[in-house]
């Protein structure tokens, strides 16, 4: 049994933390109508996720692109972690403070 787990879990962790599984995130309600907003308002766009940019980066930029986030332009940043060994919340709280 302890097997069974074990192997799920690797077969879990290799594959959720990965570009290729992204593409099953949930939008969330309003979500998109508020960025575009802020967008349209001439507000600069910052994306703080603690997904990391080798293992997530591409998957996350497709998505955001698919669901018509504003992305690709001066005004809006995708911010990754450089690194997946970095915690997620010490990460964006220094991020944030840098912000």
Known sequence: TLDFFETLRTFWVERFFSNDYLQHDVLYEGALEFVQELHEAGATIKYLTGRDHER?????LEVLEQWNFPVQNPHSHLILKPHQSLE????????????
């Open 56 to 60: 997530m980066g591409r998957g996350t």
């Open 88 to 99: 997620d919340a010490a990460y964006k709280v220094e991020r944030l403070i840098n912000l």
